[in-house]
């Protein structure tokens, strides 16, 4: 699992990544994506062509960020994945390849680009299903549950995968309720912070998971709800266990030295909120806080039981769960008195269950945020017969540079209806694809390869229930 270290000292952090040593160390902590160990018959060479593939991932990124437009710096990242069939690089660049993607609604595509195998492991806790002691609830209920009296709760996500913000993003308001008070998100951009407190938005300035709508939407969700919002990234070149002290020291002075009765909401990526456990030759970002607040945080692990892009890659207790109980919202098992089921039950306090994904034109149903927002379908027409094409929503009265409610791109497609001795073509030229938008007022914009604007038009979205 990557995860990369951003270099803030410019006070650009999300525009200038400095991965290459992160990258590598961390690679090493994952097996199953199958990089070589320095110490294995023929892991010197490996890691050279990884470094090298890091590198190379480096600076194709940097090149597409000279490129004006999302959309053309997402093309550019495609085009380079394709024209390169080395098997390191595409092991490394794939990671890269799935940000753009995630950031311009292709969550699909992201989550197949960079999707782990997770695998059984000796540490992993019993199957909730092969006891009667356990039993399962909406995670939203047991997680406040939980929360009640505690001063920090952690969540962790799959940077790749932002289904793994869905339940966070649900979560803030029943947070708020409980007394909490802060939030604090992995990659935020230290110069924004007081303008951001002030503006009440994300902009593309703000950070670098930013630019994914959801991760928009999880800052913007905090700010609206009140919450203090708060940047610990490290500011240093640090990598490893420095790293992850130095962003538990941020924690400790920018939440608790003028608010000491503050209560926290973190979100991390991966490991980083592991409470046990050696982690990239040290400790995790979470064990160091522990030890320099004495705050005992409530660890909510979402990232290994998931849906992945292979059935065959998801862990057999996921897909023993999905097969069993079906269910259609996270959820998590308790016991009779209500203590929580921990996949690593020394490393994170519980572990939720994502449901199965379901594609609805392309795009995933879960993008609802568990029923915050519905799907409002576009047409290819905003493109001007100029594909590909990609379709932008913002609230209205916030600006361009605001990063938008949701994204798609519109690629010309011949438009068939119809199954089996019955397909024919449809009457509609135009290709369609669908914005999923919490209600309200929107002004959509359509951009071109070149960022030109197309078209520009004001939508109002429904207060109605979703669509299934």
Known sequence: MLRFNSDCKTGNCHRHLGLLNAALAVLLTAPSVGLAAPNSSDGGARVH???AAVARSEEIMAEAQTHKGMLAQYVFMRDSYASNTDVSFRLIFNQYLSWYQTWVGDYVGARDSFSILQKPERDDSASPLESSDWHAEPA????????????????????????TRTLTVKMLAALRKEGFDTFAAETLNQPDMAALQKRGYVIHETGFYTEEPIYAEMVNEALK????????????DATGDAREEEQAQNLKRDVFADHPDARLVVNAGYAHIQEHGKYLGGKAMAQHFKGLTHIDPLTIEQTMLIPHDKITSDHPYYRDVMTKLMPTQPIVFVDKEGKPWSLKEKAYDLSVFFPEEVEQLGRPTWLSLLGMRQAFRVSGRMCDLSYPCMVEARLVGRPDDAVPADRVVINFKSRIVGYGDKVRQSSDPFPTAELWLRPGNYETLSRDMSNQARHRQTIKVGAGKPKP
């Open 225 to 236: 709800l009140g919450y203090r919002v708060v940047a610990y990234e490290a500011l240093s």
């Open 140 to 163: 939203v209920d047991v997680i406040t549950r939980l929360a009640k009296g505690k001063k920090a709760v952690f969540f962790n996500e799959n940077h790749s995968f932002p289904l």
């Open 49 to 51: 062509q990884q470094q």
